[in-house]
C-alpha cells in the first residue's frame, strides 16, 4: 500500500469518530420542529366583586304581603324593635297554635292554652265549653289538616310596641257531638268538616317571653 493511500485511510477514520462523538454529544435533530416560544407567566387570578344593594326589598316581609302596603310597613317596623322577628317562622308557629288550640276547644280541655289566649278570649272559649257540658254533650275531634294559610293584615303600635298579625286558617277536621247516650247530635265521624278562621295573634315586639296571644277570632 502507497503512503498516500494509508494517509487517506487514517485521515477518514479519524473523521469517522469525530462525527459520532458529535451525535453522541448532541444527539439528533429529525423532522420539524417548532421554534421556542417562551411560556407566559399566569396573570394574578382576578377577583370579582360584587356590588352590594342595601336596602332592598324584604323577601320575608313581601312574600307573604303587598309591597308597601300598611301591614309590610308594620312588619317592617316589628322587625326595626326586634331584629330577630321572622315573619315566615311566625306563620309556620301560628300553623301549629291553630291545631294546639283549635283541638283544645274542641275536646272541651284549656288547661294547655290558657297562656296562649287573651283574657276575653279565653272566657269566650269558656263559656262555649261550659255550655256544652250543661247539655251534656262530649265532642270527639281529629285535625286532618290545614289547607289554607295566610296573612291578612299587621298593625304596630310604635307608642307601646304591640304588635298585631291576623292570619287566615283554612283546614279540615272531624269533629263529632255526642249526647249523653253517645248519640251523635252534631257532626259525621266519617265525613271531614272543612273550617275557615280569622285570628288575630297579639305581641309587645323586644319582650323576652316569645309567645304570641289569640286576641280575636272571627269566621
Known amino acids: ?22 451525535k453522541s454529544v448532541l444527539g439528533t435533530r429529525e423532522g420539524y420542529e417548532d421554534d421556542f416560544v417562551p411560556v407566559e407567566r399566569p396573570s394574578p387570578r382576578t377577583v370579582e366583586t360584587f356590588e352590594v344593594i342595601e336596602g332592598g326589598p324584604d323577601h320575608d316581609i313581601i312574600d307573604h304581603v303587598t309591597e308597601g302596603s300598611d301591614a309590610a310597613v308594620a312588619l317592617a317596623q316589628m322587625k326595626r324593635v326586634e331584629p330577630a322577628f321572622n315573619v315566615g317562622a311566625f306563620l309556620q ?46 265532642v270527639e275531634a281529629d285535625f286532618l289538616g290545614l289547607r289554607e294559610l295566610v296573612l291578612t293584615d299587621a298593625t304596630f303600635d310604635e307608642r307601646t310596641r304591640e304588635a298585631e298579625v291576623t292570619v287566615r286558617f283554612g283546614g279540615e277536621l272531624i269533629s263529632v257531638a255526642r249526647d249523653a247516650n253517645g248519640q251523635v247530635v252534631e257532626g259525621d265521624p266519617k265525613t271531614p268538616r272543612k273550617q275557615r278562621d280569622s285570628w288575630t295573634f297579639a305581641r309587645v315586639m323586644g319582650n323576652p317571653d316569645p309567645n304570641w296571644q289569640l286576641v280575636a277570632t272571627g269566621g
Open 93 to 138: 308557629g301560628s300553623k301549629a297554635a291553630y291545631e294546639m288550640i283549635l283541638m283544645a276547644f274542641e275536646r272541651g280541655d284549656l288547661s294547655s292554652i290558657r297562656r296562649f289566649l287573651a283574657p276575653e278570649v279565653l272566657e269566650a272559649f269558656e263559656s262555649a265549653v261550659a255550655d256544652r257540658q250543661r247539655q251534656g254533650l262530649t
Open 1 to 22: 500500500m502507497s503512503p498516500a493511500i494509508f494517509q487517506l485511510i487514517v485521515l477518514a477514520a479519524i473523521a469517522i469518530f469525530l462525527i459520532l462523538k458529535l
